[in-house]
């Protein structure tokens, strides 16, 4: 209540006394969003971790199935890997 009136007798005092809690608002929103970014770049971070473990997984899983593939029938695995080769290397040359 004194910071009222003395503010009404100088006005050039209440606009300091707004100017420090608009600045004091403003850190603790700079704040709030510091934590929110850190919070979200962990998660980011987590997200492409869980990724990148499924990827190694299938990609394990895909190389087993063409392994196993290959020692259960090696002469049309060959065909099969021959004609892809000659389709790109036709296909290069156009």
Same mark, same amino acid.
Not at 3 to 26: C, F, H, I, M, S
Not at 37 to 54: D, M, P, Q, Y
């Given at each position: 209540?004194?910071?009222?009136?003395?503010?009404?007798?100088?006005?050039e005092l /209440?606009? #300091?006394?707004?100017?420090?809690?608009?600045?004091? #608002?403003?850190?603790?929103?700079?704040?709030? *969003?510091?934590? &929110?970014?850190?919070? *979200? $770049?962990? $998660?980011?971070?987590?997200?492409?971790?869980?990724?990148?473990?499924?990827?190694? @997984? &299938?990609? &394990? *899983?895909?190389? #087993?199935?063409?392994? #196993?593939?290959?020692?259960?029938?090696?002469?049309?695995?060959?065909? $099969?890997?021959? /004609?892809?080769?000659?389709?790109? @290397?036709?296909?290069?040359?156009?």
């Amino acid at each position: 209540m004194a910071d009222e009136k003395l503010a009404a007798v100088n006005p050039e005092l /209440g606009a #300091e006394n707004r100017t420090a809690e608009a600045q004091t #608002e403003l850190e603790a929103q700079v704040a709030d *969003l510091r934590a &929110e970014i850190a919070r *979200l $770049t962990e $998660t980011v971070s987590a997200i492409g971790s869980g990724a990148k473990a499924v990827v190694q @997984g &299938e990609a &394990e *899983l895909m190389t #087993e199935r063409v392994r #196993e593939r290959v020692r259960e029938d090696p002469i049309s695995t060959l065909l $099969t890997v021959a /004609g892809v080769a000659f389709l790109f @290397g036709v296909l290069a040359r156009r």
